[in-house]
Nanobody, 124 residues
Framework: QVQLVESGGGLVQAGGSLRLSCAASGRTFSSGAMGWFRQAPGKDREFVAGISPSGRSTDYANSVKGRFTISRDNAKNTVYLQMNSLKPEDTAVYYC?????????????????WGQGTQVTVSS
């Protein structure tokens, strides 16, 4: 069983930066892909970024490419999302997710474990 706890959300002005962290429990963390998703009010949950178990392979939604960076530290059982040049449209609850296979996925239904989410609010 994998438990995920996100942190690092908050209120930031447009153009600012935040770094989200997702701490995982469970010995299978380093063998599975991880993903970040977000959900704004009234909208569906959407893929933001994904990373392979080794960290060598990453994937991003077009809307965040060049601004967000996903990374992981398997020694600390933690995955990160560095968010730069934030925009008001990035406002959402951000969730990390885990799946026990080597490839990340853009589909939320492919992930078996989810954190509780952390709110990110970007003011204009």
């Amino acid at each position: 069983q994998v438990q995920l706890v996100e942190s690092g959300g908050g209120l930031v002005q447009a153009g600012g930066s935040l770094r989200l962290s997702c701490a995982a429990s469970g010995r299978t963390f380093s063998s599975g892909a991880m993903g970040w998703f977000r959900q704004a009010p009234g909208k569906d949950r959407e893929f933001v970024a994904g990373i392979s178990p080794s960290g060598r392979s990453t994937d991003y939604a077009n809307s965040v490419k060049g601004r967000f960076t996903i990374s992981r530290d398997n020694a600390k059982n933690t995955v990160y999302l560095q968010m730069n040049s934030l925009k008001p449209e990035d406002t959402a609850v951000y969730y990390c997710a885990a799946r026990p296979v080597r490839s990340a996925s853009v589909k939320s239904t492919d992930y078996q474990h989810w954190g509780q989410g952390t709110q990110v609010t970007v003011s204009s």
